[in-house]
């Protein structure tokens, strides 16, 4: 039986050990510096070294931590972190400095997505005008009665789509970061029960713009729906 009402040993333990890490060491409960014992994480959840091997492997590939001969598991300084990888942004946007994560994240869509918006109302196939269309068509519908969880679900679709249809490469990996920054903010209560009507027919305007190819709106639109982003923060998680 293991540890700390973790499942048993296979891919549910290989995760519940990756998650607690994880979340440890991204709240700073292991500072830079630290040092994990390989033996001392089997003991504690009570799991095979091959669990602990794939968990420190998959931590060193996030440049978390380093292994070293002789010393064991080292944390790696923060600045050396893979602060891109959605498992940490996850890991970050649990931990007590949320807030400042959240700002960090919303700060970068402002600069990337609104470049992206007016390259894909240049770039955009009908396809992806069709999915844009239909994902802020989708908001508008899950936008009252408190249905969260659906309104996420279409968000997460119209930014993937605006980044996939700008047509560059770097932009659309943003992706995931756009849906962990996205997926937090409903998890963890920074969003009012009701999404702002403003920003729903923000976005509605922006699938406009770019299913009518008018790259200048659609990028000032996309600025607006960041604006309003981070003056949600400024309420929601000061």
């Known amino acids: ?25 991204t709240a700073g409960e292991y500072p830079p510096g630290s040092v994990l014992r390989t033996d001392e994480i089997a003991e504690r959840f009570d799991a095979s070294r091959t669990v602990v091997r794939e968990v420190v492997r998959v931590l060193e590939s996030m440049h978390l931590v380093e292994s070293r001969r002789r010393v064991g598991v080292t944390v790696r300084p923060t600045e ?26 919303t700060v970068l869509r402002s600069a990337i997505e609104p470049v992206a918006a007016g390259l894909a109302a240049r770039l955009a196939t009908p ?3 069709a999915e844009l269309t239909e994902a802020a068509l989708g908001m508008v519908r899950t936008s009252r009665g408190h249905q969260l969880e659906g309104y996420l679900r279409h968000d997460i679709a119209f930014h993937r789509v605006v980044l996939n249809a700008s047509g560059n490469e770097m932009f659309a990996r943003l992706g995931d970061v756009v849906a962990e920054v996205l997926t937090g903010r409903t998890e963890h209560a920074v969003m009012f029960h009701d999404p702002d009507p403003a920003a729903v027919t923000l976005h509605v305007q922006v699938a406009e713009a770019v299913r009518e190819g008018d790259a200048a709106r659609a990028e000032a639109l996309t600025r607006r729906i960041a604006v309003g982003a981070l003056e949600e923060l400024d309420v929601l998680a000061p």
Not at 80 to 105: F, M
């Open 1 to 25: 039986m293991t540890t700390e009402g973790s499942p048993g040993q296979g891919q549910g333990l290989h995760t519940h050990v990756l998650d607690t890490l994880g979340l440890a060491i």
């Open 80 to 105: 050396e972190w893979n602060v891109y990888d959605p498992r940490v942004i996850r890991w970050r946007l649990a931990g007590t400095d949320r807030s400042r994560q959240l700002r960090s994240l």
């Open 127 to 129: 396809q992806q005008c």
